[in-house]
Structure formats: structure tokens, C-alpha cells
């Protein structure tokens, strides 16, 4: 079956501008996660969804991250007032329920000038 | 305190021979699971092997094994017959109970290099 795609590869932005970052996880997996890679680094981790709900926002470093999973499938990672600092790779991953092994899409890779 | 420690920062290894890439981790939870991923220069993460605090035997998936050492706090991973493709960054990562067993915190990684 298809893995966890992410749109899209590769957003290149300027500091101050909005963007968003979409996941769309393994069919029938109820928790997606959100990880930001820093050149590097092993992946840091943002926020994880358990159906429509954030379960744990903890990882969120301010008020410009928010993300939302509306229908309990494709979730899509929002930054505000994007800054340099915000350059990286953002990973999604999903697993089937909680505890559950989690399985990572490629990944975007967010440039901010 | 770090909670996964990978002090390998690049390895080399020979094609065909076996290589031990280490890991160790600090955790008072006494129920906790470790994951290697594998990840090639194309960023995706691909999951490897999962070894739980209270599984009794090491976990083996195909040419990967993990020495677990429960009072050493150490989890390595031992790869097999080493192929040029194996040629990746590796992490180790930790999920702990306390944490709900749902944020897993990753290593810096090994950069393994597999030489003809």
C-alpha cells in the first residue's frame, strides 16, 4: 500500500511569509505526527494527532506553529511570520494507533531566505 | 541530560563484513520500546527494528539484530553482511510510557559508509 506522502518535497519562502506543509498518512492510521529535522540532527518532535484532536502540542516551539487534521486523515503543518530559524526538514509520520511503530513520509524541506 | 546517545558520529565498514552501530539511553521508566531508522540521502525514514523494555530475547529483522543490554542502557544495532546500500544516516530513538508512548526522541545519528 502507498506510504506517507508529504507535499510538498521542497518550499522555498522568504522570512516574514505564511506557508503550509501537507501530510497525508497511511490509510487507516489514526495517529499522524509531526518532527522537525535540523541539519545535522535526528528529528525533534512538534505535535502528534490522535484522530482529529492534538494530543500533544508539546513540541510546538511558539505561537507561529500550529497545525490542524480536520477529518482525522491528511493533516497540514501551518508556520506564520516564517523566520530563518525555521529552516529545515519538516517529517510527518503515522502509525496505526498509539504505541504503535511510526512510519515517516520523505519529508519537506523548508528554506526561508 | 541526553536521552538517546549515539557517539559514532561516521563509520566505515567493509562490503560483506558486519558492522555495530551504538546507542545508549537514559530512561527511569520502566516500560520504554527502541527503534533504529535508516536514512538515506533521499531524507525518508525508514523503520528497521523495535525492541521493547520487557522483551526477553533481542530483536532480529532479516540482516538487523539489536544487542539489547537492559543494565547498560544499551541498545546497538548490528548489521550483517554489509551491502552498498546499507550506505545511510542511522538513528536510535526512544518512546517512553510516561510520554504516553507516542513522541519518539531521536540520536544525532550514525553516518555508516559501506566501502566496495
Known amino acids: 500500500g502507498a506510504g506517507v506522502s508529504q507535499t510538498p518535497s521542497n518550499k522555498v519562502t522568504e522570512k516574514g511569509k505564511y506557508v503550509e506543509l501537507r501530510c497525508d498518512p497511511i490509510s487507516g492510521h489514526t495517529a499522524l505526527y509531526w518532527y522537525r529535522q535540523s541539519l545535522g540532527q535526528g528529528p525533534e518532535f512538534l505535535i502528534y494527532f490522535q484522530g482529529t484532536g492534538a494530543a500533544d502540542d508539546s513540541g510546538l516551539p511558539n505561537d507561529r506553529f500550529f497545525a490542524v487534521r480536520p477529518e482525522g486523515s491528511v493533516s497540514t503543518l501551518k508556520i506564520q511570520r516564517t523566520e530563518r530559524g525555521d529552516s529545515a526538514v519538516y517529517l510527518c509520520?503515522?502509525?496505526?494507533?498509539?504505541?504503535?511503530?511510526?512510519?515517516f513520509g520523505p519529508g519537506t524541506r523548508l528554506l526561508v531566505l | 541530560a541526553q536521552k538517546i546517545t549515539q557517539t559514532q558520529p561516521g563509520m566505515f565498514v567493509q562490503e560483506k563484513e558486519a558492522v555495530t552501530l551504538d546507542c545508549t539511553y537514559d530512561?527511569?521508566?520502566?516500560?520504554?520500546?527502541l527503534f533504529w531508522y535508516k536514512q538515506p540521502s533521499s531524507g525518508e525514514m525508514i523503520f528497521l527494528i523495535y525492541?521493547?523494555?520487557?522483551?526477553?530475547q533481542n530483536a532480529t529483522e532479516g540482516r538487523y539484530s539489536l544487542n539489547f543490554q537492559k543494565a547498560r542502557k544499551s541498545a546497538n544495532l548490528v548489521i550483517s553482511a554489509s551491502q552498498l546500500g546499507d550506505s545511510a544516516m542511522y538513528f536510535c530513538?526512544?518512546?517512553?510510557?510516561?510520554?504516553?508512548?507516542?513522541?519518539?526522541?531521536f540520536g544525532k545519528g550514525t553516518r555508516l559508509s559501506v566501502i566496495a
Open positions: 509520520a503515522s502509525s496505526r494507533g498509539t504505541g504503535q511503530t511510526q512510519y
Open positions: 530512561t527511569s521508566d520502566p516500560s520504554y520500546g
Open positions: 530513538a526512544m518512546r517512553e510510557a510516561s510520554s504516553g508512548n507516542t513522541p519518539l526522541v
Open positions: 525492541q521493547g523494555s520487557y522483551d526477553q
